[in-house]
């Protein structure tokens, strides 16, 4: 963009000039015909590298300047030869040994004498334009192949004129031309299409309809019909005129109604404009002053050709003077301008930058890279290349890569070469290559698609794709691959030659689709129409298919044949009102209509028998097409006999639950994981549960707490009991279990009945008591009596000691009458025991005393002193601190139950070593009772155990160590004092026994 020139300018062209070659971006030079550099602008040195001129000036050209495929000597002998050199690009070197292409144009110039005085040229730094160039190789080879491989038939024609009208010549078809001709596209490219057995007629409308293509400027569609009878093919061609006589077309086969993907573009003329020289836009401009009330714009003070035709103007001279807004340009693009004109002021360098230009004539838009420099002042110059092919180039690159890696299909390139083993090596595969196969993208290449064969790959399918690649032909059909992890997958394969420029093929490129789920599908189509019929005539029951419409039976199995006594013959004539009953014939037609696409499942119908037998079943009626006519298969399943059963069973439950809800009993059932499948009785209201309350749970988990319960449970699931009396929340409960057993013998759970038999329980315990009781008074009274006289002798004896002249003698003769009036009092007590009696019948009121508790567990330790020292026993009980609580009580009684409690508790103790052996006894009071505890560190007892250690003959010491009467004597005194002993134990922590005795108040009545 140029603004009109200053006057000063105008004055000045050896100044413009000067300007135009520093800041021009288009290297300048000038040189001996020996290659001496004697002039070089600012652009070349940065072209090639250099920062001045003498760096450059002692270069020469015949040695170091271009590239070996091209000398300078060569190019000078051509200078020489035609005076001028044109477009010539070749590849030079810069200072840092990189390579760049250049395009060069240059002249010679003689002196008056004829003689070369220099050669004087321009040079183009066109490296980028050649990198576009192999992308657009690679470009044209891709699109090639997509060519090759689209489903619609493409070509390209040109029309040859001769004296009988003209013909049409195939330069250019895709692969599946052979679909239409039967010919390999190498049977056609190159040859007339009057010899390919197309009728002159169709010839000659095929190039009217080029010629209209061509007049109008915009693709011709038509429809054909090649054939005839059912042999004709329907098409639609489109004709679309390329340039010159050459045109595209393209032909859909409609015949199938399939659509093809895609149409083939304008290649033709995107390829001839990208391989035509990019025409440089040059010129000088001026900013416009704001100040000077000109306003923000551009004026243009000259223009080359290139850059008016961007104006849509043919004459450079029309664009000097004007102002950018002038020639149409927008504010927004002046502007923008402007700040790229103005950066290179404050900078100093060149700025380059890219826009789009819209081509004012024709409104099409264009891209250009741009370079602009200051001059001076406000005066600039621009260099302007279009690089809308480039731009659409890698646009289009970039469109197609996304196309590949986003495809679901694998898309493998490949080396052309070797065929053979081991196979040509793979470029490239997309992303879905690796998510179809299991290799990675990096571990594939450079290997050989036959990595994914395996041992079930078809050996005639691998000959048929070698015969294929050594052809160069296109190969499409179904091979048997294999996974990296082994597992195998079928795929179709479509293999196509891709052909470089020159016609050589370079690469194969392979499409793959997984095939593996079609070709399952399939087979399980197969296999279940075989078993769908297997099913049908085998199934053991009734089954017909019956058209949806007129309910006529279409097919039925043997199955119904037999159930319904109809052969199949009368069958067929049949409807289904014809075995329905008349008043159920309108719901039929009901539910047919409604039930036309969807399964029905209804019942219980009444169905007719040819006997006349009515039965009622239920029907699964599903829809589908049978013989081409809607239909429904329906499924018979005869309830008949199950609802009487049913009827049967429900009359059955309710008399027994009638019984078992009058009878104080628990009716359960459990499967063979203890789960509760019912439980039910009247008894289940003494447990507090309702009936059906733990139906559901676990019985482990229901008497988790009662683990005798648990374990007889876990015995009845294996069969180990059958029977059992136990205890349950103080319920005493006589139990009986039968395992139940499937028809193959299988156990299938346990049912049981409990009976509550508490009262029944408890009565026998009262009456065993009773009996023990009774046994045990008549021992007891016989020992009594039996020690009377012994005791009696004792103590006269010990009378007549006690008037011994030694007082030693008369000190011990009273201590043996004390012990023995003791003995009598503890005889006294027994024979109370052994009859029955109260207190106050066994022992008169006046032989009841007031004493400290204290005082009575002091003379019990003082007697049991000696045996306790022997058995290693230490005693905790600090008897200087315990409190003298007051209790009225027969002495020699509570001595004795204090006795027998110290004895069990030594005798607990005797299996722990000695040093772990200890007796503690604690004291404590509340305002009406008085009590001492006794513990232990012995072994301790079990809650069986526990709960029996007061019955009489209960014992667990070993024989001839104890009867079992102690504690149950001890308890019965104690209950005689109005007072209670108690045990507490667990097995392994030892027992406390707690004597709680009425509390005294009186402490004047006290004998101590």
């Not at 600090?878 to 009225?888: L, P």
Request: hydrophobic content about 35%; proline content about 4%.
């Amino acid at each position: 963009m140029v603004p009109a020139s200053e006057p000063s300018f105008r004055d000045s062209e050896q100044g413009q000039f000067d300007s135009l070659f520093r800041n021009i971006p288009t290297g300048i030079y000038r040189t001996t015909p020996e290659g001496r550099i004697l002039l070089a602008n600012p652009a070349l040195l940065r072209m090639l590298g250099y920062e001045r001129f003498e760096e450059i000036a002692s270069l020469n050209l015949e040695v170091d300047g271009g590239h070996s495929s091209y000398s300078r000597a060569h190019f000078r002998q051509r200078m020489e030869a035609e005076g001028e050199v044109r477009g010539l690009e070749s590849v030079w070197w810069r200072r840092d040994g990189s390579a760049i292409h250049v395009r060069e144009n240059a002249i010679i110039v003689r002196g008056q004498d004829g003689k070369t005085l220099y050669f004087e040229g321009t040079v183009e730094d066109v490296t980028e334009y050649r990198a576009a160039q192999n992308a657009l190789s690679q470009s044209e080879r891709m699109l090639r192949s997509f060519f090759d491989t689209s489903p619609l038939i493409l070509g390209v024609v040109e029309l040859v004129e001769d004296s009988c009208g003209g013909d049409i010549l195939q330069i250019a078809c895709s692969a599946n031309i052979v679909s239409l001709t039967g010919l390999a596209p190498n049977q056609i490219e190159g040859r007339l299409t009057s010899t390919l057995g197309i009728p002159e007629a169709t010839i000659q409308e095929w190039r009217l309809q080029c010629l209209r293509s061509r007049a109008g400027g915009k693709p011709v569609r038509q429809e054909l019909v090649l054939g005839e009878g059912g042999q004709a093919r329907r098409l639609f061609i489109t004709l679309q005129h390329i340039a010159g006589p050459q045109f595209s077309y393209v032909i859909e086969d409609i015949t199938e109604r399939t659509r093809m993907q895609g149409e083939l573009q304008e290649r033709e003329t995107t390829l001839r404009s990208l391989y035509e020289s990019v025409p440089l836009m040059m010129g000088t401009v001026e900013l416009t002053d704001p100040q000077k009330g000109e306003g923000e714009d551009i004026r243009h003070i000259s223009d080359n050709a290139a850059a008016a035709r961007s104006f849509g103007l043919e004459d450079p001279s029309q664009t000097k003077g004007k102002l950018a807004s002038e020639l149409g340009v927008s504010s927004e693009t002046v502007r923008r301008w402007r700040t790229h004109y103005l950066k290179s002021a404050e900078t100093g360098s060149p700025i380059r930058f890219e826009y789009v230009h819209a081509v004012l004539a024709s409104g099409e838009s264009t891209w250009f890279a741009v370079t602009v420099q200051q001059i001076h002042g406000s005066r600039f110059c621009y260099v302007a290349e279009d690089v809308s092919e480039r731009r659409r180039s890698e646009h289009q690159l970039r469109l197609l890569q996304a196309a590949v890696e986003n495809a679901n299909d694998v898309i493998l390139i490949t080396e052309a070469e070797p065929v053979d083993a081991p196979g040509p090596r793979v470029l490239y595969v997309n992303p879905a290559f690796e998510r179809m196969t299991g290799y990675p993208q990096r571990e594939i290449r450079g290997s050989t698609p036959r990595l994914l064969q395996g041992p079930g790959t078809s050996a005639e399918t691998r000959a048929l794709i070698r015969r294929k690649l050594t052809a160069w032909e296109p190969i499409s059909t179904e091979i048997l691959n294999y996974r990296k992890d082994g597992t195998s997958f079928w795929v179709d394969l479509s293999i196509h030659p891709v052909a470089d420029e020159t016609g050589r093929y370079t690469h194969w490129v392979g499409i793959q689709r997984d095939s593996t789920q079609r070709r399952r599908a399939e087979e399980a189509l197969k296999q279940s129409e075989e078993q769908y019929r297997l099913l049908f005539i085998a199934s053991p029951h009734p089954m017909w298919v019956s058209d949806r419409e007129n309910f006529r039976f279409l097919e039925v199995n043997d199955a119904a044949i037999a159930h319904y006594g109809y052969t199949r013959e009368e069958f067929l004539t049949l409807r289904l009102t014809d075995i329905r009953p008349d008043s159920e014939c309108a719901a039929l037609e009901q539910n047919a209509k409604v039930y036309q696409t969807v399964t029905d499942y209804g019942g219980p119908w009444l169905h007719l028998k040819k006997d006349g037998t009515r039965i009622k079943v239920e029907v699964a009626a599903h829809p589908l097409t049978f013989r081409g006519r809607p239909a429904r298969l329906t499924v018979i399943h005869d309830i008949t006999e199950k609802l009487r059963a049913e009827e049967s069973l429900r009359e059955t439950q309710e008399r027994l639950r009638t019984v078992v809800d009058n009878l104080p009993v628990v009716v359960f059932g459990l499967d063979t994981n203890g789960v509760f499948t019912f439980s039910e009785g009247k008894g289940l209201a003494s447990l507090g549960l309702h009936p059906g309350e733990v139906t559901g749970r676990s019985a482990l988990d229901v008497y988790r707490s009662v683990p005798e319960v648990a374990a007889l449970i876990q015995d009845a699931l294996v069969g180990k009991a059958t029977s059992w009396l136990l205890e349950v929340q103080g319920i005493a409960f006589e139990t009986k279990c039968k395992q139940m057993f499937d028809a193959e013998g299988r156990m299938t759970g346990v049912i049981g009945v409990a009976m509550d038999v508490t009262e029944r329980s408890q009565l026998r315990q009262k009456i065993l008591q009773s009996e023990k009781l009774a046994t045990l008074g008549e021992m007891v009274a016989g020992i009594a009596h039996e020690m009377n006289n012994p005791l009696a002798a004792i103590s006269g004896n010990a009378q007549l000691l006690a008037m011994h002249s030694d007082a030693q003698v008369r000190e011990d003769a009273q201590s043996i009458r004390l012990m023995a009036d003791r003995a009598s009092r503890v005889v006294r007590s027994l024979l109370t025991f052994a009859h029955g009696s109260s207190a106050e019948k066994g022992v008169e009121r006046g032989a009841h005393e007031v004493r400290s508790l204290h005082s009575l567990v002091a003379e019990a330790l003082s007697l049991s002193e000696f045996g306790l020292s022997e058995a290693g026993v230490e005693i905790s009980w600090d008897a200087a601190k315990a409190d003298h609580f007051c209790v009225k009580v027969c002495t020699d009684q509570i001595v004795q139950v204090l006795l027998n409690l110290l004895g069990n508790a030594e005798h607990a103790m005797r299996s722990r070593p000695k040093g772990g052996r200890l007796l503690q006894i604690q004291m404590g009071a509340d305002e009406s009772l008085v009590w001492v505890y006794v513990g232990d560190s012995g072994t301790g007892m079990s809650e069986a155990t526990r709960q029996r250690v007061f019955e009489p003959f209960f014992t667990t010491k070993d024989i001839g160590e104890g009867t079992g009467l102690g504690l149950s004597l001890c308890h019965g005194i104690v209950q005689a004092h109005d007072g209670t002993l108690t045990a507490q134990s667990a097995e392994g922590v030892g027992s406390v026994f707690t004597l709680c005795l009425p509390r005294h108040h009186d402490r004047g009545t006290s004998t101590e």
